[in-house]
């Protein structure tokens, strides 16, 4: 959790595409503000928008910008809608607010704002929430920001390694490559690493406490092939709620194709409550190369796990402005 913001307005309208109307204070529940036209079962139940950004756009346009005009629920004092990131989070007196959207399509003359402005400060700067926590909220109420952190847990599966035969390095490698490609993430990055024997029961109880701390993904190492201590297929199959074959027959087909011994690989992927949990291979280099191809869609599936479609903008042709 980082600064400290504050509520300057709490806003409502009737309808949609029209400017909100200060009041003293909303009530949240699980579908957005009791009484304002936004609320319902989507992902764009409570807006927000820094009295910074409406501030620029006055000085622009020349005149003076209340609290709502741009149909923003909540107007705060200072924050900086640029330096947001999908799934951040503001918590203001006991409510959850989790960010879904940043920015909207401009419906131009067709929104009765853009007709009274001119201008609008919402396709950029605004931010669109789900209520996680319901609450009330009135001007003056502060507001912390918390962003996102991309949790990550690598699992090492090796009898000789736990029993200090000699070093993991796929695991320590792993990690390394992962920090290597903190630019491809919208969140920033906190790595886990733990090391195991071959044990199935050992691997349920690492992905049951995973799945309870809510972590992003987890990544075990070792135990894909078809020795008789190689169990990570099956117990992270028969743990998961939800299989996601597609990841792991794409890379042995691409590996496969060079080198037909990558196709003995039982390696799996899929989702345990919103945990995403991925088999790689044992070996430094082929727990790379996977780990390469993992990422090229990680950050847009933990989007889709918590609902949200990195390609969308926004749902105004089903919902309206």
Known sequence: MTSMDEVLSVNISAKKGEPKKPVPEIRLDSKGIVGDAHAGEWHRQVSLLSRESIDRFSGILGRPIAPGEFAENVTLKNTNALQVALLDRFLIQGAVLEVTQIGKECHGHACSIFREIGKCVMPKEGLFTRVVKGGEVRPGDPVAYAPKTLRIRIVTLSDRAAAGAYPDYSGPRLSELFQESTGRFRWPLEMQYVLLSDDAE???????????????????????????????????????????????????????????????????????GTTLVYTLPGSVRAAGEYLGEILTTLDHLILMVHGLDAHRRSGEASHGA
């Open 202 to 272: 050992g691997l349920r109880r690492e992905l049951a406490a995973a799945k309870q701390a809510e972590l992003d993904a987890v990544f075990t190492i070792g135990g894909t092939g078809v020795g008789p201590r190689d169990m990570a297929p099956e117990t992270v199959s028969a743990f998961c709620d939800k299989l996601i074959p597609g990841i792991m027959e794409s890379i042995r087909a691409k590996f496969g194709a060079g080198n037909p011994c990558a196709l003995l690989s039982r390696s799996v992927a899929g989702l345990a």
